[in-house]
């Protein structure tokens, strides 16, 4: 009997592994479900899982929730430049409390000189978890689609002009839930053990394209503007994002800091996230979305953040 650990657990990503796992028909009694807030998880404990306290920045609740678990499912921190500490933790405390295998949710993107502040938080966890002795499995998850149709086009769908310093550049994006079930698979799967995955969508495209598969499938114009970096960082300036992390923020539905974002930006503009791969079929032996494909699926509410726009 093999018992699975995931850390936050009570999330979207986590709470999409945990339903994958039950439909996989693993045992509710198998899990070991970590949240900040394990109230959160009371209809997986009602149905026999194991939920426990979990914080990454608490190392005695990691090394007591991660008691008993033969394999863990560490879903990234959110937040650039505090993950390495927060995930080297949760690492120590998985080698403490007897855990085999850590699979990890990381991040695309070519090395060794990205200049993405999330791909050097990303692969400082990989190196610490190849220095830990413990069998792992880094799944490099692209660019959420889910992310760029429902917080990307919020301004531009207002303002019909949707800005960035990526150029020619090209990224790949993939669904959140392509990138649940890929967890989810590589948890259960034999054969993962110190191995890297490039978990993306099926093609690479540049944000111009991006903005203008919204533009369509809302029925809305937008104008891509290509500005430089500096203009990206007032950009931000100007609507209160800080360009240091900071614990808890959130501008227009973006947590994340203008040094997170722009570092990324760049990177994409000079090729360092050009990267193509088929891990997700590999995995699951299903292809993984397109764009365009899950674009249409949210059409809906793409039209709706039009007409909200509208009414302003």
Known sequence: MTRYAITGASGPFGRGVVGHLLAQGVPAADLILLSRSPDKLASFAAAGAQVRQGDFDDYESMSNGLRGADRMLMISALKVGFRIPQHTRAIEAARAAGVGHVVYTSYI????????????????????????????????????????????????????????????????????????RSAAFALLAPDTANRTYNITGPECLTYQAISQIIAEVADFPIRWIDVTPEERYAFFDAMGVPREAVPDHSVDAIPWSSDDIVSMEVGIRDGWFDIESRDVELLTGRSAQSFRDFALSRQTDLRALVAEGAGR
């Open 109 to 180: 993107g070519k090395e060794p000189d990205n200049p993405s502040l999330a791909v050097v938080d990303h692969r400082g966890t990989e190196e610490a978890l190849r220095q830990s002795g413990l069998v792992w499995t880094s799944l490099r998850n692209a660019q959420y689609a889910d992310a760029l149709v429902e917080a990307a086009p919020r301004v531009p769908l207002r303002t019909g002009e949707w800005q960035g310093a990526t150029r020619e550049g090209r990224m790949p994006v993939v669904t959140r839930d392509d990138c649940i």
